[in-house]
């Protein structure tokens, strides 16, 4: 795990959001809205590559986002 998402999900922690990232027993349809939120946090904090990234193949999916990355 490197130093940047250690930082960032200790932020997610803050915002009450860290589990939707993280969780193994996750459910997408009662989660959908604060995974969202969750993607909505994490993208302000990317460099432009790193967004192009996402952008293009986890548009709103905070989970699928930290996966990419």
Known sequence: MSKWE???LGYMRLQTLK???VSESW?????A????EAFAELIQ???E???VLVMKDAIDDGRKVLQIL
């Open 6 to 8: 250690v930082k960032f």
């Open 19 to 21: 589990d939707v990232l």
């Open 27 to 31: 459910d997408e349809e009662a989660n």
């Open 33 to 36: 809205s604060k995974n969202k």
């Open 45 to 47: 904090f990317l460099d």
């Open 49 to 51: 590559k790193s967004l």
